[in-house]
């Protein structure tokens, strides 16, 4: 039995499992399921309802695709942990900014800080920063998290030249964007970025402790200065259990 009692009206043209799926939503989003408890079984609930096991499956299978449940082979099905609602996408703004606003403790771990041929990090990289093959760049590779939890990790590209004083600077309590404004010529004014779903590898089961095969938020992002000069170019891999991420659009001006 559902921990709060609902009910099914079965009069109106609202589908049954569209009912049930939305009563199982709010008993999470109150709060009378928590993270990692077992909701009851497809039988008990079609009993505690009179609605049939298909219609009990059609919900839950749907809840579970949205990433409200997950189930485990022969034991049940549980609750996950809410994802993170992320303004990522439409502005400028740190991650550890984010995650106070939030309401989360934010963490870094450098996992490298090197300088290299822009040739050796690819032609991605060559192109999107305007570099010649020969040129040097910054590479710093951070795992992100929040509350403890890996939320994503970030592969960064900076130009030699301009953003050499980066180096002095610790990247486990301080931040990038905010180091890159200490200059005109290297302050982010604007930022291009592309998003796609990828399934999770190797490197991410371990970085991001999360299964193989499962759903990766994969975002390139290049950033520019006010002179339109690129500055960054960034490949983050978010995990797709934990992070959902915001999109205002406003209508076309057609005057």
């Not at 740190?94 to 934010?106: E, I, V």
């Not at 450098?110 to 300088?115: H, Q």
Request: net charge neutral; charged share 30%.
């Amino acid at each position: 039995m559902l921990k709060k009692v609902g009910r099914i009206d079965k009069t109106v043209p609202i589908p049954l499992y569209f009912q049930l799926k939305e009563l199982v939503l709010s008993e999470i989003k109150e709060g009378n399921y928590k993270s990692g408890d077992m909701i009851p079984t497809e039988k008990e609930i079609s009993d505690s309802f009179g609605i049939s096991r298909t219609t009990v499956r059609q919900a839950i299978t749907e809840l579970v695709q949205e990433g409200w449940l997950y189930r485990v082979k022969s034991k049940g099905t549980f609750v996950s942990q809410p994802k993170i609602t992320q303004n990522f996408i439409r502005k400028i703004e740190s991650f550890n900014d984010q995650m106070y606003r939030l309401g989360k403790t934010p963490s870094t771990e450098v996992l490298e800080l090197s300088t290299m041929k822009a040739m050796e990090a690819g032609e991605n990289v060559v192109t999107a920063l305007e570099l010649s093959e020969q040129d040097q760049v910054i590479f710093l590779h951070r795992k992100r998290m929040a509350d403890g939890d890996p939320i994503v990790t970030v592969r960064t590209f900076l130009p030699y030249r301009e953003c050499e004083f980066i180096l002095n600077h610790n990247f486990v309590d301080e931040q990038l964007y905010s180091i890159l404004s200490e200059k005109e010529e290297t302050m982010i004014f604007r930022i291009e970025r592309t998003v796609e779903a990828r399934e999770a590898k190797a490197e991410d089961v371990k970085l991001l402790d999360m299964k193989r095969g499962k759903p990766i938020q994969y975002f390139v992002s290049t950033g520019y200065n006010a002179f339109g000069r690129p500055i960054e170019y960034t490949i983050s891999r978010y995990r797709g259990d934990r992070s959902k991420f915001e999109v205002t659009v406003f209508p076309e001006n057609k005057s």
